[in-house]
């Protein structure tokens, strides 16, 4: 994917982390929604992300892939900004299902969270600048056991391999 989007610039990729997203839904999943096409249920209402967030691509890169009009889901036009607005948005009832990370399920009483995907954060650093100190001091900082250690208290992020070069 990287030489279509840079292509001819000469890069290095690390990688960061991993964690998961999926459906918050209220508790017990009442109306089954376990994948994208049970959106497009007739009594799903749905709270969605705002535009150009890497939730929201994912959404849409997924019902293009199904062949899902992204209108035919009642709620796809109710954006909310954060992933902790639209787990609390499906615990107040304001919604039956929002597409978000792992991390909030858990800060938010009254739903569950169905996991769709794990994606990779990996940070990708032109080549030219790699001797550059403040690029430097950040892998150092990326690779340190005690970065690895406080990001690993924040809780639903897998860390192994923080820091390794991919390419």
């Given at each position: 994917y990287i030489p279509k989007v840079l292509p001819a610039m000469p890069v290095n990729v690390y990688h960061v982390l991993c964690r998961k997203q999926g459906f918050y839904v209220p508790a017990g999943n009442p109306k089954k929604i376990f994948d994208f096409p049970d959106l497009a249920g007739e009594h799903i209402e749905f709270v969605n992300r705002e535009r150009g967030c890497g939730t929201r691509i994912l959404l849409d890169g997924k019902l293009l892939r199904l062949g899902i009009d992204p209108y035919s889901i009642r709620g796809y036009g109710n954006e909310v900004s954060s992933h902790?607005?639209?787990?609390?948005?499906?615990?107040?009832?304001?919604?039956?299902?929002?597409?978000?990370?792992?991390?909030?399920?858990?800060?938010?009483?009254?739903?569950?969270?169905i996991?769709?995907?794990?994606?990779?954060?990996?940070?990708?650093?032109?080549?030219?600048?790699?001797?550059?100190?403040?690029?430097?001091?950040?892998l150092e900082t990326l690779r340190s056991p005690e970065f690895r250690s406080e990001t690993d208290m924040l809780g639903c992020y897998d860390t192994s391999g923080m820091g390794d070069r991919l390419m």
């Open positions: 902790l607005l639209a787990a609390a948005t499906v615990a107040m009832g304001g919604a039956d299902a929002a597409l978000g990370t792992e991390r909030f399920a858990s800060q938010v009483p009254g739903i569950e969270f996991p769709l995907q794990t994606e990779s954060y990996d940070m990708i650093i032109p080549k030219r600048f790699m001797d550059c100190a403040p690029i430097k001091m950040m």
